[in-house]
C-alpha cells in the first residue's frame, strides 16, 4: 500500500507519515521499484497504534519509547498525562475567567484592559497589604466587573482586605447580592460565611433579603446565625425559628433574644415566640445552661402570659432553675410596680 493510500485510510497526511519514518516511528516494510514507501497491514496498524496514543496528550518520544519498550507500563505515564492534563485545565481556566472579566468590564480601549488587568493581579497577590492597595486606589471611573469583585470577596481571608472589597462591592451597582448569592451554595463553609457577612454589608433591598432568608435553611450556624441576625434587626419574623435557635445554642444568645423581643411586639409575633421557647425549656435535651438561656430570652418578652410561665417555673425539679426564675418573677414584678407608680405621677 503506497503512501498516498494510507493517508486516505489513516486520516494522517503524507507529509506527516514521512515525519513518522524519519523519526523511526512507523517506518514502511518495504519500497517499490520505483523507491515509493510500501506499507503492510502491519504499518498501517501501528500508524493507528501512534495516533491513538497521540490523542491521549503523549509527544511523539513518548509514542515511540511506549511502542518500542515491550516492558512498558502505561500506569505510571497516564497517572502524569492526566496531572498534566488538570494543570493545562486549571490555567486555561483562569485564563478564561480573565478574558470574561475583562469583557464584562465593555473596556472601551486598551487603558481600560490594562487597568483590570492590573486590578486582577493586584487581587492574586500573596500579600494582603497589596490586596487591599489594588482595590482602594483604583480610580472612580474604572468599570470594575461585578463579579471579580465578588470572586475576590468570596476568596477573602483577611478582614481587612474584605471590608474594603465589600466597600467597592457596596458601590459596583445593584448586581453585588445577585453575583454574592452564588457563595450561599458553595460546599466549602467558609465561603458561604463570606457570602452571608458581604451581602449583609449591602444596602437593604428584596435581593439582600431573599439571599439571607435563604441562608437561614443553612446547616452552618455560623451562617444561619449571622443571617437571622440582619433579618430580625430588619424585622423580618421569618427570623424568628433560627433566632431561638441561636438562644439554645448559646451563639449570639444575648443579641437573639434582644431582637426575638423587639420581634415580639410585631402583631401577631408575640405568641409565636413564647411558643417556640417554652418548647424548647421543655425539650429533653435542654441541659441546664440551654434552659438559663431560654429564660433570660423570656424575660424579653412583653405581657403577662411570660410571667406565668417563670411562675410555673419556679417549681422546676431542677432547683437552680426554680430560684433563678423566681428571681426574674421579682424582677419583672417590681419593674410592674415601679411603671404603675411612674404612671401614677
Known amino acids: 500500500m503506497l503512501i498516498g493510500e494510507v493517508a486516505r485510510r489513516s486520516g494522517v497526511s503524507p507529509r506527516m507519515l514521512r515525519h513518522y519514518d524519519a523519526l523511526g516511528l512507523v517506518r514502511p516494510t518495504g519500497r517499490t521499484v520505483g523507491g515509493y514507501r510500501e506499507y503492510t497491514a502491519e504499518d498501517v496498524r501501528r500508524v493507528f497504534h501512534v495516533e491513538s496514543l497521540r490523542s491521549l496528550g503523549l509527544s511523539l518520544k513518548q509514542v515511540g519509547h511506549a511502542l518500542a519498550d515491550p516492558d512498558f507500563t502505561p500506569s505510571a505515564l497516564v497517572g502524569d498525562l492526566i496531572r498534566w492534563t488538570e494543570d493545562r485545565l486549571e490555567r486555561e481556566r483562569e485564563l478564561l475567567d480573565r478574558l470574561r472579566a475583562i469583557d464584562a468590564s465593555a473596556p472601551t480601549g486598551w487603558q481600560d484592559v490594562l487597568r483590570i488587568v492590573e486590578l486582577m493581579q493586584g487581587l492574586g497577590s500573596t500579600s494582603a497589604a497589596r490586596r487591599q492597595q489594588a482595590v482602594l486606589t483604583r480610580p472612580e471611573d474604572a468599570p470594575v466587573p461585578v463579579e471579580l469583585l465578588a470572586e475576590a470577596v468570596l476568596a477573602e481571608s483577611d478582614p481587612s482586605v474584605a471590608g474594603a472589597l465589600c466597600w467597592a462591592l457596596a458601590r459596583s451597582g445593584p448586581d453585588a447580592v445577585t453575583a454574592l448569592t452564588a457563595g450561599l451554595d458553595a460546599r466549602d463553609v467558609d465561603v458561604r460565611r463570606r457570602a452571608v457577612r458581604a451581602i ?38 421569618a427570623a ?39 418548647d424548647q425549656l421543655a425539650a429533653p435535651s435542654a441541659d441546664f445552661a440551654t434552659r438559663v438561656r431560654l429564660i433570660q430570652a423570656l424575660v424579653e418578652l412583653p405581657g403577662t402570659a411570660v410571667r406565668e410561665v417563670l411562675r410555673r417555673l419556679t417549681h422546676d425539679g431542677d432547683r437552680a432553675v426554680a430560684l433563678i426564675a423566681s428571681a426574674f418573677v421579682t424582677l419583672l414584678d417590681e419593674r410592674s410596680l415601679a411603671d404603675r407608680g411612674e404612671g401614677d405621677l
Open 200 to 237: 449583609a454589608e449591602m444596602d437593604e433591598s428584596p435581593r439582600a433579603t431573599e439571599a439571607l432568608t435563604k441562608a437561614l435553611d443553612d446547616p452552618d450556624t455560623t451562617v444561619r446565625g449571622h443571617a437571622a441576625l440582619v433579618l430580625g434587626r430588619s424585622g423580618v419574623t
Open 240 to 278: 424568628v425559628p433560627a433566632l431561638v435557635g441561636m438562644v439554645v445554642e448559646g451563639f449570639n444568645d444575648v443579641d437573639a433574644a434582644e431582637i426575638l423581643g423587639t420581634l415580639s411586639r410585631r402583631p401577631g409575633c408575640a405568641d409565636r415566640i413564647l411558643t417556640l421557647l417554652v
